[in-house]
Nanobody
Framework: QVQLVESGGGLVQPGGSLRLSCAAS????????MGWYRQAPGKQRELVAD???????NYADSVKGRFTISRDNPKNTVYLQMNSLKPEDTAVYYC?????????????WGQGTQVTVSS
């Protein structure tokens, strides 16, 4: 089992910045990728960004150029730096980790952290 603990959400004005952190613990071997998803009220959960253990990144079009994902492998922690925030970025942000063992991929989720962008 992998446990994910998120931190860093909150209320910010449009144009502001926030940094989310997610620390993984437990059986943290063979974690291929870590990332962030978000879910706004009435909408499906969507990928925001993810990063592989090798550092390859992937971003949703809506956040490219504004958000940056990074990963500290020794600390098993992933970060999401969010700049130029917009009201439409308001959502619950969930940390995700994908573990590959014996060819089977298992996804783990954090409890979620609320990000609200409002004046």
């Amino acid at each position: 089992q992998v446990q994910l603990v998120e931190s860093g959400g909150g209320l910010v004005q449009p144009g502001g910045s926030l940094r989310l952190s997610c620390a993984a613990s437990g059986s943290i071997f063979n974690i291929y990728s870590m990332g962030w998803y978000r879910q706004a009220p009435g909408k499906q959960r969507e990928l925001v960004a993810d990063i592989t253990s090798g550092g390859r990144t992937n971003y949703a079009d809506s956040v490219k150029g504004r958000f940056t994902i990074s990963r500290d492998n020794p600390k098993n922690t992933v970060y999401l730096q969010m700049n130029s925030l917009k009201p439409e970025d308001t959502a619950v942000y969930y940390c995700n980790a994908r573990q590959v063992q014996y060819g089977i991929t298992t996804a783990y989720w954090g409890q979620g952290t609320q990000v609200t962008v409002s004046s």
